[in-house]
């Protein structure tokens, strides 16, 4: 974004978030240099794969602001899978959000998928443990890809592995992404694993670190392109990074509700209509 001083001198002042620019650049390189072919979907798609990403959750919070992301839409999906703990899709109409309808099983749940898989095994449980006891433990990991309960799933888990690390005091989280549809997928897993970070490291008296986000295949669909282009076009009226506000009384992760995440000065360029692959 270009201003004029009183002097008539042009300068450039940097308004754009660091994950508007990480993510734009990861979209004009799948949309030039992607490989193209088709998928189980039906719908082809542009793909590359092993591509990365990383945050200093310290230095800014990441959610895009060149279009507009359902910031509580994605808390209230964080919190029924690893709070709530939840497979019933019921549960998430309660909060008006239908994000996973589509794969509603005849039961109303979506099987062995995601919050099932963490309630099973007590990852939340164990890992907020091992924050507390033993920072320093190398083994500290969520796991959703659990082989034999990934058939009886509705969706083998999409984001299925994230590792934990504490240095200096700082939460880190490296996480694993096996199949990632930029345009909608990508945008709700940055900003839920961001939140995720700093409630954990609020409930475990530590302070936010690095969020390392490693996909295998970064993908956009050929129905996606003309939004795609539509937000490339936005880059140089992106805006800062907002704050995000975390109620500081909550010390007990099970106590979070989504009135107690929040984000401060959120400025966004507007939704872009987008469909979902199924």
Known sequence: MQQ????????????????????LDLVEKILTKGYYDQNRTGIATYK???????????????????KFVAFKAAVKELLWIFQKQSNKISDLHEQNVHIWDEWEMEDGTIGTSYGWIVKEFKQVDKLINQLKTNPQ??????????????????????VF??????????????LTI????????HPFNVTQYAVFVHLLAQVTNLKPGMLTV???NAHIYENQIEGMKEQLSRRDKAYPAPKLWINPE????????????ELIDYKHLGKIKMDVAV
């Open 137 to 158: 433990d190398r083994r500290m990991v969520i796991n959703l890809w659990q082989i034999p309960y990934l058939d009886t799933g509705a969706l083998y888990p999409c």
């Open 214 to 216: 490693c996909i295998s």
């Open 48 to 66: 590359l794969p092993h591509q990365i990403l990383q945050f200093d959750l310290e230095d800014e919070f990441p959610i895009l602001t060149t």
């Open 178 to 185: 096996r199949s990632n549809d930029i345009p909608l997928g």
């Open 4 to 23: 004029e001083c009183p002097m008539g001198t042009v300068y450039k002042e940097v308004f754009m978030s660091k994950y508007d620019e990480q993510y």
């Open 161 to 174: 592995n994230s590792c934990w690390d504490v240095t200096d005091g700082r939460l880190n989280c490296m």
């Open 250 to 261: 909550i010390k007990d992760f099970y106590d979070f509700k989504p009135e107690d995440i």
